[in-house]
């Protein structure tokens, strides 16, 4: 067991696709690191180079305090779990399970006893005399699994391994690898696209975007703290909305002007938010879509919202609310195209399933002032001073 | 006054007595689909099978034929030529295994896309565009006397050594294998490829992490991820062996020195069309369709293959 540092790694593909762009992480012993982004991002890039199928173009990588930058594949001694499995079709569970002791020179009993009890750990052991094509995708995903535990290794590399199973079997699995995980307690680096993954799996997330790192914190600092709007926007399900606005003083105090609305700001978010001067530029603020509730009554910490669209999810409603001025028109408010993610003019809110909210109906809905999150309109980068 | 209005008769959808039901329908499609392909194998291999049995109780000389019953068969396996083309067919089989190994290494090389990998598959793969009319002339001017091989051994300061490969018989044999090997290099290249292509590179790629080196990976993934493609190879080797050899002996060496590169093949040439004995050359074509079926069945059982 081992712990992994990324020191400004940087890996260019051809002559200048910048796939991983300066990336410096560290994952201590015994954690379980999830790389989460979009398509593209490179977290599967930083993952083949931490296995040593991709060569490093600059910067440092150590596995357990060696540099592994030179070292091939069969010596780093970490095992990967693939994103189809990569099971070798022509051998049985229990070959495949045992091909990695096998080549190491290990005896057939040794190799038979190690291959049991990963078996018996992952509740394999009435499939050992089968081929991968005679297994469930579950049980395939369980004999990946198997491959790489049966090694006893530094550090555990997964490749999206849930992204072939459906939803049931996804939230079965993810429970079952942390269950893993935490009993073995080595080193994982896990890649994955979906969030909730990360969020749910990960002691903490690093999130990726353009070969970059955006942030890297635990699931919950990463939700309630985004740093900038890319994380924000892409952590949680629904995520964050993010709208344009501007800010001005007035005789109660400071207020977020969202197109022909007003929004009161509590006066502690001077402080805390490096907040831009009033009537300058503008900014970017963001409301979870579970910090939005619906009022009988107008008040200055309030919108007037209309309902533009319902989705219902059975546990919750995802209402769709677009933002009216004072005789009930749609409010304009700014949605820049090409902007570091979308804002969209319309909020989305979580409400119960038993809201009896409708299309077409006029709320007047209270914005948590507890949770209120603010980003520069050029960088996208949160103005929450660190404390 | 009532009148009555009379109820039309209701329409009945039973089934008529002798519809068929949807599965002899299914099996009578099937069988109407397979006529047309039945109705050619019929026509253009069962009965030449039936014509060939018939003509091998004949004298035939190609225009009439004179029942003569089984001697044909008695005086053929008398005939020291038929076994001479039987072992030639034997030895010659002993070239799949190089037919084989050495365009499954081309391929493999070729898959590493190791530099200029394009231009060599091009390369390797140009005796497939080529007739192999063509191919044993070139082989002919390569092994004869004055021909490029002993150009070659000259050039390289051996001019003591001269070979005449085509011109002996303990020779020519091997000269003719090595030529169908080169002949086959090609298809059995691009087949290997296209087996490689299908290799899903994850599999390599988790070997790798897994431990295994180069050589155990092609032992262990690659080779058995291939068994499938040396099984279709194979066959199409030992295939073209017996049957596709004609063009290459008769430009090379005519069945010669002697009978040493006479095969089953030839010798039905030889048998039919230099001798005029067409009902021998029949037999004789029996007993290599035998051969073949043999060669084939036992090797499909041996691979463990049932496709």
């Known amino acids: 067991m081992a712990e992994i540092t990324f020191d400004g790694v940087t890996k260019i593909f051809g002559d200048d696709i910048r796939a991983v762009d300066d990336l410096s992480l560290h994952v201590a012993d015994g954690e379980f690191m999830v790389l989460v982004g979009p398509s593209g991002c490179g977290k599967t890039t930083a993952l083949r180079m931490l296995a040593g199928l991709e060569d490093i173009t600059s910067g440092t990588l150590s596995i357990g305090g060696s540099v592994v930058n030179n070292v091939l594949p069969k010596d780093r001694d970490v095992a990967m779990v693939f994103q189809n499995y990569a099971l070798y079709p022509h051998m049985t569970v229990a070959q495949n399970m045992g091909f990695a002791l096998k080549v190491r020179g290990l005896s057939k009993a040794e190799v038979a006893k190690k291959v049991g009890e990963a078996a018996a750990i992952l509740r394999l052991t009435d499939y050992l005399d089968r081929r991968p094509k005679a297994l469930s995708g579950g049980q395939r995903q369980r004999v990946a699994m198997g491959r790489a535990i049966v090694r006893s290794p530094q550090a555990f590399l997964m490749d999206e391994p849930l992204s072939n199973l459906d939803a049931q079997l996804r939230v079965e699995m993810r429970l079952e690898i942390a269950r893993i995980q935490r009993l073995l307690g080595v080193a994982t680096v896990y890649v994955t696209h979906d969030q909730i993954e990360a969020m749910t799996m990960g002691d903490r997330v690093a999130v990726m975007r353009g070969g970059k790192l955006q942030q890297c914190d635990t699931p919950q600092d990463l939700y309630d703290h985004p740093r900038n709007e890319f994380v924000a926007g892409f952590m949680g399900s629904p995520p964050m909305n993010l709208l344009r606005g501007s800010l001005e003083s007035n005789d109660s105090g400071l207020a977020l002007v969202l197109g022909s609305q007003r929004l009161a700001v509590p006066s502690n978010y001077a402080t805390s938010h490096q907040l831009p001067k009033v009537d300058g530029p503008g900014v970017v603020f963001g409301v979870r879509p579970e910090d939005i509730e619906v009022l009988e009554h107008s008040g200055s910490d309030s919108l007037s919202t209309k309902v533009e669209r319902r989705e219902a999810l059975g546990a919750e409603i995802l209402v769709h609310l677009a933002l009216v001025d004072a005789v009930g028109n749609d409010a304009f408010v700014v949605n820049d195209s090409g902007a570091v993610v979308s804002r969209p003019t319309t909020l989305v809110a979580k409400m119960g399933p038993r809201s009896g909210v409708s299309v077409g109906d006029q709320l007047q809905v209270r914005l948590n002032p507890d949770h209120f999150h603010f980003f520069d309109t050029d960088s996208g980068l949160s103005l929450r001073r660190s404390s | ?307």
């Open chain 2, 1 to 307: 006054m009532s009148t009555t209005i009379p109820i039309p008769a209701t329409p009945t959808f039973a089934p008529k007595a002798r519809r068929m039901t949807l599965k002899r329908r299914r099996q009578f499609a099937g069988v109407v689909f397979a006529l047309p392909a039945i109705a050619l194998v019929v026509c253009f291999i069962g009965v030449p099978i039936g014509q060939a049995v018939y003509y091998s109780f004949t004298q035939w000389n190609g225009l009439t034929s004179t029942w003569i019953g089984p001697s044909t068969w008695t005086q053929a396996f008398h005939n020291t030529n038929l076994w001479t083309a039987l072992r030639n067919n034997g030895l010659l089989l002993l070239s799949v295994p190089f037919a084989l190994a050495i365009p499954l290494g081309i391929a493999v090389l070729l898959h590493q896309r190791v530099a200029g990998w394009r231009v060599f598959r091009s390369i390797y793969f140009l005796p497939t565009a080529i007739s192999w009319v063509v191919l044993g002339l070139v082989a002919e001017r390569f092994f004869a006397y004055q021909g490029t091989l002993n150009s070659i051994i000259h050039a390289l300061g051996f001019s003591h050594i001269s070979t005449n490969m085509l011109g002996y018989q303990s020779e020519a044999l091997i000269a003719l294998g090595i030529t169908f090997v080169f002949t086959m290099i090609g298809t059995n290249t691009m087949l290997f490829l296209t087996g490689l292509a299908t290799l899903d590179p994850s599999l390599e790629e988790a070997a790798r992490i897994d431990g295994a080196g180069r050589w155990r990976i092609f032992r262990s993934i690659t080779l058995p991820h291939l068994s499938r493609f040396i099984q279709l190879a194979f066959v199409m080797t030992v295939i073209a062996l017996f049957s596709a050899l004609f063009s290459l002996i008769f430009v090379m060496t005519g069945g010669g020195p002697g009978y040493a590169t006479t095969t089953m093949e030839f010798l039905i040439y030889e048998t039919g069309f230099n001798q005029g004995d067409f009902g021998t050359a029949a037999l004789y074509g029996l007993i290599l369709f035998v051969i073949t079926g043999i060669v084939g069945v036992v090797q499909l059982r041996l691979i463990g293959s049932n496709e």
